[in-house]
């Protein structure tokens, strides 16, 4: 796939989680209030940052798919990376500031005998509509995001899926306040808080790993061994270096062949090696193939 069809794949899926989050944002700010509902209320929140989170999504995902130029000769895949990094550290703002506000309310209705008003079910009703939509995201932000190879995708659909672990905290919280247990709302709004700054922490590290030239996971470099071996021109591999470069990857391979072959037969060789493996691995942006001279012993 090339960059300009992963760049409109990016585009059209963050266009329509931006529409989903603007309309589900104005939902809950509708059931919250009409609900009583403070968890509502502060989803709400969430969805809006959401909104926030996709243009800027957007905006990088068009930007890091630019072909390559004279400044960045290498192309502009790890600006996404840093993208990924900045949802992680939204993701855990969020939490904590949602976290400070719940215990807060807790505390405030054990020691201070503070009243909780017990939401409606308009509350609970939004809160499992969110679930749903939010489940649906996720699944589809994930296939396009393997789809366009892309680490700013993955992190929203990483997103989606917090969402959904709150948006059920809030329905356990808004169902049993409706039944009476008004402090489980603030309860499950804090239990959820944990979940969401886990999916944070993996964001950040994800991103992280890209962007600091990250090596590839072991079944990747087997699988790029087994095709370099596949050429049976190959005597053996004396040294594979692989780095992440966003989602992508470059590889550093030196091969030996047999010494009595001529320039252009083992250039040829190379380039066999080279097409084979981009072939086979797509995530491969670029395999560089240095050539040894094969050599039964050593000559001293």
């Known amino acids: 796939m ?14 329509w989680t ?22 509502i209320l502060t989803d709400a929140v969430n969805s809006l940052s959401d909104v926030l989170t996709n243009l800027v999504v957007m905006i990088v995902g068009r930007f890091s798919r630019k072909a390559t130029d004279e400044s960045h000769p290498y192309g502009h895949e790890k600006f996404e990376s840093m993208v990924s990094v900045m949802i992680g550290v939204v ?17 405030e209705y054990l020691f201070h005998q503070v009243p909780i008003v017990a939401p409606t079910y308009v509350a609970l009703w939004m809160g499992l509509a969110t679930i749903v939509v939010k489940e649906f995201l996720y699944h589809y932000t994930k296939h396009r995001a393997n789809k366009a190879r892309s680490s700013a995708l993955s992190a929203m659909a990483m997103d989606h899926q917090s969402d959904v672990l709150a948006s059920s905290g809030v329905v356990i919280g808004v169902g049993g306040a409706i039944l009476g247990y008004v ?6 709004a804090i239990i959820i808080c944990f979940f969401i700054v886990r999916v944070g922490y993996r964001t950040i590290k994800a991103g992280f790993s890209q962007v600091v030239d990250q090596a590839a996971d072991p079944t990747t470099v087997l699988l790029i061994e087994e095709v370099v071996m596949k050429n049976p021109k190959v005597r053996m591999i004396d040294d594979l270096k692989t780095r992440m470069f966003g989602m992508k990857l470059y590889v550093d391979l030196e091969v030996s062949l047999d010494r009595t072959l001529s320039l252009e037969a083992s250039h040829c060789i190379a380039h066999e090696i080279h097409d084979a493996v981009e072939k086979a691995l797509p995530e491969v942006k670029h395999i560089m193939v240095h050539v040894n001279p094969y050599l039964e012993k050593p000559p001293c």
């Open 2 to 15: 090339n960059l300009e069809s992963e760049k409109k794949i990016i585009s059209k899926t963050t266009l």
């Open 91 to 107: 993701l855990i703002i969020t939490a904590f500031e949602i976290g400070k506000y719940s215990v807060t309310r807790l505390y």
């Open 183 to 188: 402090f489980l709302e603030p309860i499950a």
């Open 18 to 39: 931006i529409i989903i989050n603007i309309l589900l944002a104005i939902g809950k700010i509708l059931a919250g209030f009409f609900g009583h509902s403070i968890a």
